[in-house]
């Protein structure tokens, strides 16, 4: 599962309880501290529920970039050591000391 942006959700989620769409919508949990789940439909019952697996999935999601995220930021780490490297011996080179050490 591949996200757009960082607030995507794995999948859109419908039929919440008012409170529960607008904290969500807002980023603002303190939306839902007078909300209470036995006012809520069976529906909204079921939607928060489906909430919580798209949660978990989203969760997952942004793992796993942060994953792709550090081992690119790994590889331009060692990319650039590599430069740093070959800089060096050319300055060497330049200022007339063996880069090779031979």
Known sequence: MKLRSWNDLAEEVRGLPMAVGAA?????????????????TAEESVAVLCLVRVLI???QALQDHSVRLARRS???????????R???GLRDLANFRDPDGI
């Not at 969500?24 to 006012?39: F, I, K, Y």
């Not at 790994?74 to 740093?84: A, F, I, M, Q």
């Open 24 to 40: 969500l919508a807002t980023g603002r949990p303190e939306l839902l501290a007078n909300s209470q789940a036995d006012n809520w």
């Open 57 to 59: 999935e989203t969760n």
């Open 74 to 84: 790994n590889e331009l780490h060692l990319t650039v050591k590599g430069l740093v």
């Open 86 to 88: 070959s800089v060096d």
